[in-house]
Nanobody, 122 residues
Framework: QVQLVESGGGLVQAGGSLRLSCAAS????????MGWFRQAPGKEREFVAT????????YYADSVKGRFTISRDNSKNTVYLQMNSLKPEDTAVYYC???????????????WGQGTQVTVSS
């Protein structure tokens, strides 16, 4: 089992930027696709972005395309999410997970971590 720890969230004004990190431990995730997800209050968890094991292929939800960038450093067993031009509707708890495919439909491998809270004020 892989333990996933998300960090980097915070409070930011609309138009601002944040960089989230997802550090994996327990085993290497370098051979797995990874994804970022988010869950806003009262809503279901949704996928935000995915990245292939090599980093050569990425996929984004329409709502974040052009504003967010997913990347990974397999030497550090870490995945990142650079979030620019943030909007109040991006407010949510953000999670990462290993996934079966880069593009939907996919399933998650691991238990969800605590996530990191992102709050965007207007």
């Amino acid at each position: 089992q892989v333990q996933l720890v998300e960090s980097g969230g915070g409070l930011v004004q609309a138009g601002g930027s944040l960089r989230l990190s997802c550090a994996a431990s327990g085993r290497t995730v370098s051979s797995y696709a990874m994804g970022w997800f988010r869950q806003a209050p009262g809503k279901e968890r949704e996928f935000v972005a995915t990245i292939s094991w090599s980093g050569g292929s990425t996929y984004y939800a329409d709502s974040v395309k052009g504003r967010f960038t997913i990347s990974r450093d397999n030497s550090k067993n870490t995945v990142y999410l650079q979030m620019n031009s943030l909007k109040p509707e991006d407010t949510a708890v953000y999670y990462c997970n290993r996934i079966t495919h880069t593009r939907p439909p996919f399933n998650e491998y691991d238990y969800w971590g605590q996530g990191t809270q992102v709050t965007v004020s207007s």
